[in-house]
C-alpha cells in the first residue's frame, strides 16, 4: 500500500498537532500515512 506524506513545519508542539489531525483523516478513511516526527524519532 502506498503512503501519504503528511508535510509542513515543526517548530512547535501546535503545528506537530495540527499535522497529526490531518494524518488522523486520512488513516480513518483507510490510507496510510508518513509523518516525519513520529516516523523518524
Known amino acids: ?3 501519504v506524506y503528511i508535510a509542513g ?3 512547535d508542539d501546535h503545528e506537530r498537532s ?3 489531525s ?3 483523516i486520512f ?3 483507510g490510507y496510510k500515512t508518513f509523518l516525519p516526527h ?3 524519532v
Do not use: G, H, T, V
Open 1 to 3: 500500500m502506498d503512503y
Open 9 to 11: 513545519p515543526l517548530f
Open 18 to 20: 495540527y499535522l497529526e
Open 22 to 24: 490531518i494524518a488522523k
Open 27 to 29: 488513516e480513518d478513511r
Open 38 to 40: 513520529r516516523e523518524l
